[in-house]
């Protein structure tokens, strides 16, 4: 029996990481092993997939031997960043050299990197439609991951750029279900006017991504997207009163408004809510549901993946 390729997966105990983890460990058939790296080897989530049959190791983002370390005889690697721990494009633009320098030293030969546009090609700075953050940004967490795709190719990583949409279970991990209002009714809040809002379940992207190692080389060198549906919010609205069983009505939050929240990063979210919605067809377009699910025949719909998780959102 041929020894298996080892896939080294970041942020193993993520939403994206832990996705792909436990497909390739659910495929009793698979070509590949798991090497599952995170920061800390002793938390619950980590002695749960070493429970698996996961190699988990130690690798941290932020330090450059680390990573070459965790990389070192894996055919592949999963590459994800972790943007809202520390609110900084030069921290994350930082990771990202490290990962692809690292990939580098150790041969990696097919790195998936979990990306997202570089808003400023739509919407320069001097663009006055949405206000510009941090000096330098439109969307910071998108356009810092978008401006670093450029280091696998100058370090020569064969390479696939994995654009990814919207969680739907943010309406489980931030804060995003429906709300009663004070008259007793139930409110989903989303700033996308009319528009459709590309989204996906998290466990999803790692189901794509193992797609994407099992296609070998057909995807190196190309930028794909992934989407399970495009919704508009009205459409997100009328399935959630459908699962809970109760009405659900739309409100499509104004830009500015959203932007003005008192919680850390209301203003990028907020300018990259106006970027999906004004640049729709791009953003859109660029999420292929049909390619998505050539990659992952079980992909879910958002009912589907409501009615499965439904008891797990909390409306109040």
Known sequence: MAEKKIIAVLGATGSQGGGLVRTILNDNESEFAVRALTRNIDSDKAKELAELGAEVVAADVDNYESLKAAFDGAYGVFGVTFFWEHFSPEKESQQVQSMAKAAKETAVQHFIWSSLEDTRNWIPLEDNRMPTLMEKFKVPHFDSKGESDKYFTENEVPTTVLLTSFYWDNLIMFGMAPKRGEDGNLTFALPMGDKKLPGIA????????????????????KTVGIAGQHLTGSEMAEIQSKVFGQPINYFPVPFDMYRSFDFPGAEDLGNMFQFKHDFNDDFCGARSIEFTKSLNPSLQTFEEWLNDNKDRITLE
Not at 203 to 214: C, L, P, R, T, W
């Open 202 to 221: 998290a466990e999803d992207i790692g189901k794509s991504a193992y797609g994407i190692f099992k296609a070998g080389n057909n995807y190196i060198g």
